[in-house]
C-alpha cells in the first residue's frame, strides 16, 4: 500500500507540474530557474541530510558496494551502448539513444524514489551511486556530442567539474558532519530546521520541475517506435540484467536494490539540453524522456513491488 502511495503522489505532482507548464503559469525561463535551484540547492540538503544517520559498519559496507557496482555499471553502459544501437542508421539519432544508455535520470528522480522507497539510507546510497554517473555524463556523455576524442586536458576538466557539482559538494559537507557527529558536535537548531526545510522540499520540486519539463513537448511525439524501444531496454531489460547478476552475488540486499532501482530510471532530463546545444536531433532527445518517464510510472511500482518481497529485501 506504501508502495501504491508513493506512486500515487510521483503521478500526482507530476501532472500539476505539467499543468503549470501547459498552462503557461510557469514560463521556460521560470522552469529553468527552478530546475537549477533543485540541482543547486534542495537536492544537496537532501543529500546533506541523508548522511545524519547512525553509522554502522553495515552501511559503510554497503556504501562501499554501491560505489563499485556503480563505477562497474558505468563501463558497461558504454560498451553496451556502442553495440546494442549500431543498426540504427540516423546518427544522430544513434548519439541520442547511446548517450540515453549512459546517463539517466537517477540523479534527480532516482534520489526521489530511493529516499521514498529506502528512507534516508537509500538516499545516501543513491547519492553514492551518482558518483560514477555524473563522472561518465560529463566526460563520455559530453564527448559523444562533442564528436571530440578526450584529451588529458578535457578528462581533468569534466572531472573537475564532477567534484565541483553541488550534490558531491553535498557529499563532501555530509562526510563532514557524519564524522562530527561521530564526535559529538550537532549542527545548531535553526542550522538543522532549516536543512530539513529545504530537504522537506525535495520530491515536490523535483517531480513538478519533471512535469513541467514534459509540458513543453507535444502529445503527437509520443507515438515514435525508436523511442520506445529505448525505453523499454532503459525501464526493464538493462535494469532485469543487473538485477540477475546482483543477486546471484553475495551483496547486501538494500545496496543491490539501490543499484537496480538507479538504472531503471528514465532518460536523463540534460539529453535535450546538450543535443540542442550541438545540434543533434534535440526533438528526438524530448521524446526519448517522455515515452520514457511516462511509462516510469508503471515499470517503477514493478520494481519497488519486486524489492518488497521477503526474498529480495
Not at 514560463?27 to 530557474?33: E, F, G, M, P
Not at 540516423?90 to 526521489?112: D, H, Q
Not at 509520443?222 to 531496454?233: P, R, W
Request: with cysteine; glycine share 6%; aromatic share 10%.
Amino acid at each position: 500500500m506504501e508502495m501504491i502511495n508513493l506512486q500515487l503522489q510521483i503521478f500526482l505532482l507530476l501532472a500539476i507540474g505539467y499543468w503549470l507548464g501547459k498552462s503557461g503559469f510557469l514560463s521556460k525561463k521560470t522552469t529553468n530557474q527552478l530546475s537549477a535551484l533543485v540541482i543547486n540547492l534542495i537536492l544537496p540538503a537532501s543529500i546533506v541530510r541523508s548522511f545524519q544517520i547512525e553509522m554502522t559498519a553495515e552501511i559503510l559496507e554497503s556504501t562501499l558496494f554501491v560505489l563499485i557496482l556503480s563505477t562497474v555499471i558505468q563501463i558497461l553502459t558504454v560498451f553496451v551502448s556502442k553495440f546494442i544501437w549500431k543498426q540504427v542508421k540516423n546518427p544522430e539519432k544513434r548519439l541520442n539513444l547511446e548517450y540515453g544508455t549512459i546517463a539517466n535520470n537517477a540523479g534527480t528522480l532516482g534520489m526521489v524514489v530511493a529516499e521514498a522507497a529506502f528512507g534516508e539510507v537509500g538516499l545516501l546510497y543513491s547519492s553514492i551511486y551518482m558518483i560514477p554517473v555524473r563522472i561518465m555524463m560529463w566526460t563520455a556523455g559530453i564527448a559523444l556530442y562533442s564528436h571530440k576524442k578526450q584529451t588529458e586536458q578535457s578528462r581533468l576538466k569534466g572531472l573537475g567539474k564532477v567534484l565541483l557539482h553541488p550534490c558531491i559538494i553535498a557529499i563532501y559537507i555530509g562526510i563532514v558532519l557524519m564524522l562530527g557527529s561521530m564526535a559529538g558536535f550537532e549542527l545548531p537548531g535553526f542550522l538543522q530546521k532549516t536543512l530539513n526545510s529545504l530537504a522537506n522540499c525535495n520530491t515536490a520540486m523535483v517531480m513538478l520541475v519533471i512535469g513541467t519539463i514534459l509540458s513543453e513537448i507535444s502529445p503527437k511525439d509520443i507515438a515514435d517506435k525508436l523511442a520506445g524501444i529505448y525505453s523499454i531496454f532503459r525501464l526493464l531489460v538493462f535494469p532485469a540484467a543487473v538485477f540477475i547478476i546482483l543477486k546471484l552475488l553475495p551483496i547486501p540486499a538494500l545496496a543491490s536494490n539501490i543499484c537496480i532501482i538507479e538504472t531503471a530510471m528514465p532518460a536523463s532530463v540534460t539529453m535535450p539540453m546538450l543535443a540542442q546545444k550541438y545540434g543533434k536531433d534535440p526533438q528526438f532527445a524530448s521524446k526519448m524522456i517522455l515515452i520514457s518517464t511516462l511509462l516510469s510510472l508503471f515499470t517503477m511500482p514493478v520494481w519497488t513491488w519486486l524489492f518488497s518481497l521477503p526474498q529480495f529485501s
